[in-house]
Nanobody, 115 residues
Framework: QVQLVESGGGLVQPGGSLRLSCATS????????MGWYRQAPGKQRELVAT???????NYADSVKGRFTISRDNAKNTVYLQIDRLKPEDTAVYYC?????????WGQGTQVTVSS
């Protein structure tokens, strides 16, 4: 059974930081491209960042310089370090795994940026 379990979300003030984690099981993690997406209320889900199996990274323009994606293959976990948070970063953040035709989603973790 494949599981992607996000954690680390919460309420944070503007300018603050969070570190999201996505622990996986049931997949050969090292082979997968891992990604973080987010969905704000009333908006479509959007790509935030991806990291390939060889650690090539890609970021949405809106988060470049503030978000950092990383992975630990020994722990089967992908991370998203979020710095200098803005109110517009408020969303549910989802972990995603893809390899060939196989694709999986986590259940999401809420990030709320508010003073």
């Amino acid at each position: 059974q494949v599981q992607l379990v996000e954690s680390g979300g919460g309420l944070v003030q503007p300018g603050g930081s969070l570190r999201l984690s996505c622990a996986t099981s049931g997949i050969t993690f090292r082979l997968y491209t891992m990604g973080w997406y987010r969905q704000a209320p009333g908006k479509q889900r959007e790509l935030v960042a991806t990291i390939t199996s060889v650690e090539n990274v890609n970021y949405a323009d809106s988060v470049k310089g503030r978000f950092t994606i990383s992975r630990d293959n020994a722990k089967n976990t992908v991370y998203l370090q979020i710095d200098r948070l803005k109110p517009e970063d408020t969303a549910v953040y989802y972990c995603h795994a893809v390899h060939l035709w196989l694709t999986y989603w986590g259940q999401g973790t809420q990030v709320t940026v508010s003073s």
